[in-house]
């Protein structure tokens, strides 16, 4: 069994950053992919980055603003969100594999969920 804690969620206006950490107890492996996923109100949710030992990938509208790392030695994983906007606003979860699928983009492939951070960026 995997826990997994999200933290570092907040209020914020436009053009602010956040950090959002994750940490994940349990065993984990570099080569599986730990991911952030968002939903805002009243949307589904969608794929915002993933990371393993030879991938980062990010949601192609959050290139360059949104960074995703990882240190495994720690099991922890951050997203770092730069220039934030209204439409950023959603609960964030972080998510993790316990084995190795390649489609990191979808949600059905993470096997572990946290609760999620709420996520508001004011205008």
């Known amino acids: 069994q995997v826990q997994v804690v999200e933290s570092g969620g907040g209020l914020v206006q436009a053009g602010a950053s956040l950090r959002l950490s994750c940490a994940a107890s349990?065993?984990?492996?570099?080569?599986?992919?730990m991911g952030w996923f968002r939903q805002a109100p009243g949307k589904e949710r969608e794929f915002v980055a993933a990371?393993?030992?030879?991938?980062?990938v990010y949601a192609d509208s959050l290139k360059g603003r949104f960074t995703i790392s990882r240190d495994n030695a720690k099991n922890t994983l951050s997203l770092q969100m730069n220039n934030l906007k209204p439409e950023d606003t959603a609960v964030y979860y972080c998510?993790?594999?316990?084995?190795?699928?390649?489609?990191?983009?979808?949600?059905?492939?993470?096997?572990?969920w946290g609760q999620g951070t709420q996520v508001t960026v004011s205008s």
């Open positions: 998510a993790t594999q316990t084995y190795y699928r390649d489609s990191y983009y979808d949600g059905g492939s993470y096997d572990f």
């Open positions: 990371i393993n030992w030879s991938n980062t």
């Open positions: 349990g065993r984990t492996f570099s080569s599986y992919f």
